[in-house]
């Protein structure tokens, strides 16, 4: 489980406007059209797309970070990856620096088509 995808994503919005559309279940099924459940404090559990992905929020610094425990439905019970969004304002827009650890061999290619479809390209329209 050594595979990585790293990302640097400019959006047009700022640092508070992506950090709520990432911990706020409404803004975030809002955005993706999927259900989702967000306990947005250190510990508290989600579930995104009625269930495809769940885990756990490690560390919220608003506006910030957000370090999840991360997984997706169909890998092997108890087995979590590692994701981490850093947010820093550019002037009116805001650069995320993604990294996406330790998840099972062979689905490098697969989370990085989700993470454009189900997240970026949504939330690039804010």
């Given at each position: 489980m050594s595979t990585t995808i790293q990302e640097k994503i400019k959006f047009n919005t700022?640092?508070?406007r992506l950090y709520q559309a990432l911990t706020d279940p409404k803004k975030f099924s809002d955005l993706t059209g999927a259900p989702a459940e967000i306990h947005s404090e250190e510990g508290g559990s989600f579930s995104c797309f009625g269930g495809m992905i769940a885990g756990r929020m490690i560390e919220l610094i608003p506006n910030k970070r957000i370090v999840q425990a991360w997984r997706a439905g169909n890998w092997v019970s108890g087995v979590y990856s590692i994701v981490n969004f850093e947010l820093f304002?550019?002037?009116e827009n805001t650069l995320l620096y993604f990294n996406h650890i330790g998840f099972?061999?062979?689905q490098g290619e697969h989370l990085k088509q989700g993470w454009e479809e189900n997240y970026w390209k949504p939330l690039k329209n804010m």
């Open positions: 700022t640092p508070e304002s550019e002037g099972p061999e062979g």
